[in-house]
């Protein structure tokens, strides 16, 4: 998910490499390290901590050689230590790698290589492939590599080198990796901005690709070894620009990283085989009788959607508050109630407040949090991450589709303990997760609409969004975007409460956000928008893909991909982030860093 810089040429490797990886600082990680192909074989420097630590380090040992791989690491299997710090090597060293993403499948894979003899020396699932490549090597890396790649199951971007071979092989698979054209040299990086100081010509790889890169030149195939043809691209990004991945902001950058977020959140916690999830937590299930979610803002919505799931799925009766509420409303709490924190920083003080007041109370603890070695995740008995990677963008996006997802984790996760699901519809139900990944990508691709969308309204003064049972933390969602992007006044209520009050408002001048995805309260979704419509209101309906009802009623339709009800917020979330965006550049805000407002509220 961080930094990975790779270099083969002529300069000083090391140089190359701790300057590349400076550059991708700004996606924040736990841990550095380097390899350097030197006279003496392949050296290894890492440390946990920040790159001045491994620049110290390597200050006191400075490896000479031309070719070298570096990588910042952001902790998803196994804390943040040395042993765990890549590059990880074959046990005899003569082979080196890195690693972003999440290898699915390592546990089974570790037992059956430490049945055949092999001995660990980290906790990561990266190390697998190490080991794999140790027993798939017989002279050509680049063939080790594809031999050894076809029994991991999951998302990566590897970075591989041999102390033997002037060159250095690699190969993605959803999370990112660019080549960038020198000349006598070549680099690869998870990320742009490590190149520019050297190259301006890349070439982006694509999911399945395998790369040799030496001195002279690059050789791309598929993952059977087939010639793969890809395009050399002149970028003309500032530092800044690169940043952002070539979106002018970060934000929109987040909102198209959902599809690898996604699949990180889930990836490897998924067995649909049998039902179920593999969660790590140290948390017995059969403890818990209710749980009492605690979290802000978009967190706060990403809990309510849990609060639906958990009863649905678990008959786990769930309370739900913001956490600067909760902590003042004296909540019944007892030994067997969770407290469920849910923050993108884990350094929100409403939250850790709320929390803390439950514990006091004698509750059990477990945080859903994105950032590593957060206040949060100190103070929670147990954390599951989301694994969104960095969030700079001020409003959130990437975080809150992953906190969903979790959401839909944790539910299944007790429903299964509990008795409440059965197999067959955790089975249905994890199968329809494994699809999300695709399915946002889908809904991505219609950014043209909704931009059409967002011209046709920007000039609104006020907005509604309406959305019933799951569909209403989405609408109070897509809410909160457009406030604090945009600075439009928009209110959100679930669909069925609009008649005690709100309906007051509608008129022609009204924009009208109805989340009509098909479910069991589709059909009364309708009539709430029909009565929009008698009164003049403009309706916006994010509806299910096929639907053949609802452009009779509204507007405009944005359409979303079918996928099991339960989920569709994580889906139908995507274009109301792309309507606060697309309206607020239109209204000249400032996205990235919308007046007033912090990334991480440290304040009551
Ligand atoms: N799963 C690996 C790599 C995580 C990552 O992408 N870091 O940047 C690990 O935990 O080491």
Redesign the pocket.
Known sequence: ??GIVGYVGFRNATDVLLDGLRRLEYRG?DSAGIAVRTPEGLKVVKRSGKLSSLAEAVGKTPLQGALGIGH???????APTDP?A?PHTTEDGRIALI????FENYLELKEALQARGHRFRSE???EVLAHLLEETYRGDLLEALREALKAVRGAYAVVVAHEDHEEIVAARTVSPLVVGLGEGENFLASDVPALLPYTRRVIFLHDGDVVRLTREGVEITDLEGRPVQREAVEVDWTLEAAEKGGFPHYMLKEIYEQPWVLENTLGGRLREEEGTVELGLALDPREVDRVHVIACGTAGYAGLYGKYLLETLARLPTEWDVASEYRYRDPVVDSRTLALAISQSGETIDTLEGLREAKRKGARSLGVINAKGSTLTREVEDVLYIHAGPEIGVASTKAYTAMLAAMALLAVWFGRARGALAPEEAQRLLREMRRLPRLVEEVLEKRPLVAHVAEKYHQAQDFLFLGRHVQAPTAYEGALKLKEISYIHAEAYPAGEMKHGPIALIDEHLPVVVLATKGPLYEKTLSNIQEVRARGGKVIAIATEGDEEIPRLAQDVIYVPEVHPLLAPIVSVVPLQLLAYEIAVLLGRDVDQPRNLAKSVTVE
């Open positions: 998910m961080c990680y910042t690491r952001w902790a998803t299997h196994g765990n890549h690693h972003n993403g999440i990561t699932d990266t």
